[in-house]
């Protein structure tokens, strides 16, 4: 299996900047996706951001200029660079991988990380 653990989350007030980590570990040959997941009370999961093995990153409209992922594929490690943030930002983030492994692509999640937006 594969375990994400994500860290980063916290309080910031609107206009301010949070950094979000996620790191894989568990059994696996490859990562081939990492991404970004938010749910807010009330309200499904939907993806933020997530950086493929080959190709450029792809995010949700609502964070295209404000937020960036990037990968550090040494460390099976993705980072969510927050920025302007807003209160409808508010939301658990989930960190999600496809990984490679014996029986194939799966998909992979972690517990989470609260990000609040003050006002």
């Known amino acids: 299996q594969v375990q994400l653990v994500e860290s980063g989350g916290g309080l910031v007030q609107a206009g301010g900047s949070l950094k979000l980590s996620c790191a894989a570990s568990?059994?696996?040959?490859?990562?081939?996706?990492m991404g970004w997941y938010r749910q807010a009370p009330g309200k499904q999961r939907e993806l933020v951001a997530i950086?493929?093995?080959?190709?450029?990153?792809n995010y949700a409209e609502f964070v295209k200029g404000r937020f960036t992922i990037s990968r550090d594929n040494a460390r099976n490690t993705v980072y969510l660079q927050m920025s302007s943030l807003m209160p409808e930002d508010t939301a658990a983030y989930y960190c999600n991988a496809r990984a490679l492994t014996y029986r194939g692509a799966s998909d992979y999640w972690g517990q989470g990380t609260q990000v609040t937006v003050s006002s």
């Open positions: 950086a493929t093995t080959g190709s450029n990153p």
């Open positions: 568990g059994n696996f040959f490859v990562i081939n996706a």
